[in-house]
């Protein structure tokens, strides 16, 4: 059941990137969701800014469209020269072209997703911006990724773990494979109380990374339960809520940081 999940998901995906809508009031079709009413896009840490860097402007009007984010992870990251980055679920790649920009030319980043149609997208924006190997984009699962042990510096994920139906094997994945000392840096979606099971099998509004959603406070458990310390919530913002009956869920976009 998860596998045909996952596998709807990469396929979603790959047709909202074929259609270059992403973001905002078209970030995930959730607009249009029965059951599901997104907040207004405001505040500088989400994507519906459209602050854009400039130097990723060569992209290309499409650029903004092309992410489908809900935070700012890679803004609030603190990446330096020399980091080993990681982006979970990089989509287009926008948040990992940013990323190498502040890794410099002795860093590097590498993006896992599991669409095949993301990652050649990924891979074009890149050599667009002629990154040569400061960045590669390898298709993996998020629960299981591709990497060795005490890889990376940072981990950075922009509105991807709402997606994964086991959350706590990717924050044991993300410990695993940040070298000690290293953090992340996740934007992701949650909801105030826990949602209904018969909501979460809605795939329609699983696939739009609303129903996916942990609650917060269980998602909180999940990151501490890998083993990570000095967890701080650094940004909340209203996401939208879900109606049940007579009841409505409220949603919120959060980013997270952490350290091994």
Do not use: W
């Not at 009007?61 to 603190?78: H, I, Y």
């Not at 000690?180 to 992701?188: E, I, L, T």
Request: glycine share 10%; charged share 25%; hydrophobic share 30%.
């Amino acid at each position: 059941m998860e596998n045909e999940l996952k596998e709807k998901i990469a396929r979603e995906y790959s047709r909202r990137i074929s259609g270059k809508s992403g973001c905002c009031g078209t970030r995930d079709s959730s607009s249009d969701t029965p059951g599901f009413t997104p907040s207004s896009c405001s505040g500088s840490d989400s994507c519906c800014s459209g602050d854009l860097d400039h130097e990723l402007k060569g992209l290309g009007e499409e650029a903004g469209k092309q992410s489908f984010g809900c935070g700012n992870p890679v803004g609030l990251s603190s990446i330096v020269p020399g980091d080993i980055v990681i982006d979970l679920g990089s989509g287009a790649g926008i948040d990992s072209l940013m990323a190498a920009k502040s890794a410099g030319e002795s860093g590097k980043v590498t993006g896992i997703d599991l669409s095949d149609e993301m990652i050649r997208k990924a891979r074009e924006n890149a050599d667009k911006l002629q990154l040569g190997n400061r960045v590669m984009f390898l298709k993996g699962d998020i629960e299981n990724i591709p990497l060795e042990d005490n890889f990376a510096t940072p981990v950075i994920s922009n509105c991807v773990l709402a997606l994964a139906p086991d959350k706590q094997k990717v924050f044991d994945e993300v410990y695993r494979i940040l070298k000690p000392g290293g953090r992340f840096v996740v934007s992701d979606v949650v909801s105030e109380q826990q949602i209904p099971q018969e909501l979460v099998e809605n795939t329609e509004l699983y696939v739009s990374c609303v129903t996916g959603a942990a609650q917060v406070d269980q998602y909180y458990s999940m990151i501490r339960k890998s083993g990570f310390s000095r967890v701080e919530e650094v940004v909340r913002q209203d996401y939208g809520a879900i109606s049940h009956g007579q009841e409505s869920i409220r949603m919120f976009s959060v980013t997270v940081r952490g350290y091994k």
